[in-house]
């Protein structure tokens, strides 16, 4: 099950298994996101390519306007895929 | 091709049999869907469960599963057959096999062309799938015959 929804902060809170089952739910709600956001993914248990592609395609469209991501909390089982997908260069990451 | 399938016929021999008292090992079929994605979590890690499978194997092993069926979801969107699942335990360490049925070939062992270095500007988003794979299990072979492709990992616990 996987849940995405802005914390009282202002950040973008995942939560569970974001698989290329739920990636819709994902991209819809990434679509609306307009501005400098931080994802904070305390919650988020695992990613997969599909998932991946959402950040990357949301990360072109926010930085093409002077924008971008910052990801938090990030456990080290998504740190290594993001360090296997060369995401370090083109994400702020901080990990758990 | 036919070596490649001997090879593999012996490698599931000597896992099955070797260490059989510390062996748990599940079949299951499922459908062809990325709504089948929720199920194929529960089936294995009820297998890695029982295998007493350690956290740092889990989670590569269901990226594994997850990216290698889905491939063969989008490579095969016409073909109505069940895919086969085969998750095999033994001592911590895990095995996997996953065979399709009536498709055409798909070496998923063939390097991926995926540039991670490469500045925002110019990536594209996919190809990632079959590249974390490659780089997340500990081996990964590819099967194919009479129009049957048999795709099998391992990870081990350590």
Known sequence: MFAIEFGENGDILCSGRLDAAECAKAQDFMDSVSGSSVLDFAQLEYISSAGLGILLKTQKRLVSAGEGLKIINVNNHIHDVFRYSGFHSIFEIETQ | ?158
């Open chain 2, 1 to 158: 091709m036919a070596g490649m399938h001997h090879k593999l016929t012996i490698l599931r021999s000597y896992w099955r049999g070797a260490h059989a008292d510390d062996t748990q090992s599940m079949q299951k079929k499922f459908t062809r869907s990325f709504d089948s994605l929720g199920a194929i979590y529960e089936f294995t890690e009820d297998v890695l469960t029982s295998g007493d499978v350690q956290d740092a194997a889990r989670f590569p092993v269901h990226l594994a599963m997850e990216e290698l069926f889905t491939n063969m979801v989008k490579y095969c969107p016409g073909n109505d057959n069940e895919i086969l699942l085969d998750v095999t335990t033994n001592d911590g360490d895990v095995s996997v096999v996953i065979t399709d049925y009536d498709v055409d070939p798909f070496d998923v062992t063939t390097p991926r062309d995926v540039d991670t270095e490469t500045p925002l500007g110019r990536r594209i988003p996919g190809g990632l799938g079959l590249h974390l794979v490659q780089h997340m299990v500990d081996s990964l072979e590819y099967d194919y015959h009479d129009r049957q492709s048999t795709v099998r990992f391992t990870k081990e616990s350590g």
